[in-house]
């Protein structure tokens, strides 16, 4: 999918880009409940290779635990499902078909916002998974503090959905929010990273952005792995 590229909140609203069962990890009780309406429709060719997640029996309470494996360190990450299973339903198939394996971390934003968006094989900035998902736009996101008529913060720490602008275009791209961040409360947050995994994305960010094209980090951000549970 065409991904538009990012500018300070100040200017105009701000438009991020970017196997085995996905429920299997970190199953709740047997009671627990579950979604069963989760879509994912086709949406362009994929970056690389992969299967659609299940659309059924997804797990929409509780929390699942990742950890992104990174060449400057590990980053645990804890989903929230009760918030958005279905958008961490994706991210956990795609993480156990190996689609985030070495990929690169694409953009970094230091001004107005703060940002690592990663989740695009082909670094480009434009690539997906060839199926888009809902927006899951819960309290966890709609309840930020406001901080103008338009906007909300997203705490340092927080993991949420890129989109292309309009509604219902996530897709495989996710930023990890490195420092109190201005948006409109439209990037649906699906879990948040820890204190360590912060000091990580915030060492990566002490590098700065590129010169040569303004976006890519200059330190590297690479996902070597995501493993689960």
């Known amino acids: 999918m065409n991904l538009a590229p990012l500018v300070p909140l100040a200017a105009v609203a701000l438009v991020l880009v970017g196997c085995t069962n996905a429920n299997e990890s970190a199953k709740p009780d047997a009671g627990a409940t579950r979604a069963t309406a989760c879509k994912y ?33 590990d980053i645990e990450v804890t989903l929230d499902r009760g ?11 795609l993480a156990q078909q190996g689609w985030l394996d070495n990929t690169t971390c694409h953009r970094l934003v230091d001004q ?38 338009k906007a909300v913060n997203y705490p340092p720490g927080t993991l949420a959905m890129a989109n292309t602008g309009a509604p219902n275009t996530g897709g495989s791209q996710w930023f990890i929010v490195w420092d109190n ?14 204190d360590a995994g912060l ?17 890519a980090p200059i330190a590297e951000a ?5 493993t689960l549970g």
Do not use: W
Not at 44 to 72: C, F, L, R, W, Y
Not at 199 to 215: C, F, L, T
């Open 222 to 226: 690479k996902i070597t792995s995501v």
């Open 199 to 215: 000091k990580i994305v915030r060492d990566i960010a002490a590098q700065g952005v590129s010169a040569e094209d303004g976006i």
């Open 41 to 73: 429709p086709a949406a362009g060719q994929p970056a690389k290779p992969v299967d659609p997640p299940s659309e059924t029996d997804v797990i929409n309470t509780g929390e699942a635990k990742a950890m992104i494996h990174m060449t400057a360190g």
């Open 181 to 194: 961040t201005p948006l409109p409360p439209s990037y649906a947050v699906f879990g948040k990273i820890d």
């Open 83 to 93: 918030s958005a299973p279905c958008t961490v339903n994706s991210f956990l198939s």
């Open 112 to 149: 107005g916002i703060f940002v690592l968006q990663c989740g695009d094989p082909s670094g480009t900035g434009s690539g997906g998974p060839g199926y888009t998902i809902p927006d899951e736009l819960s309290p966890a996101t709609t309840s930020l503090e406001k901080v103008s008529t």
